[in-house]
């Protein structure tokens, strides 16, 4: 049987990051129908919005005050990360680490 997590596996395996990023959307959609735009707070639905105005995917990750996007317009990263500075907001460009790719050590 599929699970919840299964789509979103299988679309990073496949490297299929507009599925992904499709993905991270409907997950912030369905947490903002199950808590209400009020419990997320003002300050988390800025920082989604702002993600959103330069064509980014973005989700909560955790309980608030974080938001992580998925740019796939990286012509618009230095404008995005110009405004969410301009918003007072850190923004970090983060790189995943794959394991199996990993050098670190000689061990590959």
Known sequence: SENF???LRAAIKERDWSRLAKLM???FELRRSIYTNDCLGPGNLRMVQLARQ???A???PGSGGAVVGLCLDQARLVEMRQAFQEAGCVFCVIAPYNPS???V????
Do not use: E, M
């Open 5 to 7: 997590f299964s789509p």
């Open 25 to 27: 959307d409907q997950n």
């Open 54 to 56: 330069f064509g980014s």
């Open 58 to 60: 973005v989700k909560l």
């Open 101 to 103: 790719a990993s050098s």
């Open 105 to 108: 050590g000689g061990l590959h």
